[in-house]
T-cell receptor, first 113, second 114 residues
Framework: SQQGEEDPQALSIQEGENATMNCSYKTSINNLQWYRQNSGRGLVHLILIRSNEREKHSGRLRVTLDTSKKSSSLLITASRAADTASYFCATDRGETSGSRLTFGEGTQLTVNP | EAQVTQNPRYLITVTGKKLTVTCSQN?????MSWYRQDPGLGLRQIYY???????DKGDVPEGYKVSRKEKRNFPLILESPSPNQTSLYFC?????????????FGPGTRLTVT
């Protein structure tokens, strides 16, 4: 089964509203990453949060990490129609090699103008 | 421009006809990886390479081969493609073999095997 699982699978909001997506994982991690994908295109890295960090900001993005609950959330504030995309969390395996990332199935975000 | 390139972008082929999808990065990254993306299954790792001549299996390696003879190139080889390998394929690279940094993704290759 997937290491990272996003929730909800789909989210539809109006422009200007905030969007929150959640990610849960099963095993210990070194870091957790969030990526964005426009339909059929390559993934673009948004933010990386390390296991010893609890919160990180980048522009309109805010990511939190709760290692005790094995969960993370991505908040997009003041959403825009251009934010419409799929969002994926990715976790490493927390192993010494740390060289394998596992992606969740993604949250499809639709921002209506 | 720093980028990961893949070729071809689209490919329709028949069962059993060997094919290679090329991947190249110009960022001197150590780590490279191949993923496939299927509806409802997300991205799954096929193979990865931590450096030249070092490759290892990901979660779904069956039916695929890779090689890493040069740092910049990481081709994906399908010796005898089958319809269940119809998918969207992504190559990615990262500066660090321990994935402490982001991965850079190529634009994708949409493969159809009939």
């Amino acid at each position: 089964s997937q290491q990272g699982e996003e929730d909800p699978q789909a989210l539809s909001i109006q422009e200007g509203e905030n969007a929150t997506m959640n990610c849960s994982y099963k095993t210990s991690i070194n870091n957790l990453q969030w990526y964005r994908q426009n339909s059929g295109r390559g993934l673009v890295h948004l933010i990386l949060i390390r296991s010893n960090e609890r919160e990180k900001h980048s522009g309109r993005l805010r990511v939190t990490l709760d290692t005790s609950k094995k969960s993370s959330s991505l908040l997009i504030t003041a959403s825009r129609a251009a934010d419409t995309a799929s969002y994926f969390c990715a976790t490493d395996r927390g192993e010494t090699s740390g060289s394998r990332l596992t992606f969740g199935e993604g949250t499809q975000l639709t921002v209506n103008p | 421009e720093a980028q990961v390139t893949q070729n071809p972008r689209y490919l329709i082929t028949v069962t059993g006809k060997k094919l290679t999808v090329t991947c190249s990065q110009n960022m001197n990254h150590e780590y490279m990886s191949w993923y496939r993306q299927d509806p409802g299954l997300g991205l799954r790792q096929i193979y990865y390479s931590m450096n030249v001549e070092v490759t290892d299996k990901g979660d779904v390696p069956e039916g695929y081969k890779v090689s890493r003879k040069e740092k910049r190139n990481f081709p994906l080889i399908l010796e005898s493609p089958s319809p269940n390998q119809t998918s969207l394929y992504f190559c990615a690279s990262s500066p660090d073999s321990f994935l402490a940094y982001e991965q850079y993704f190529g634009p994708g290759t949409r493969l159809t095997v009939t």
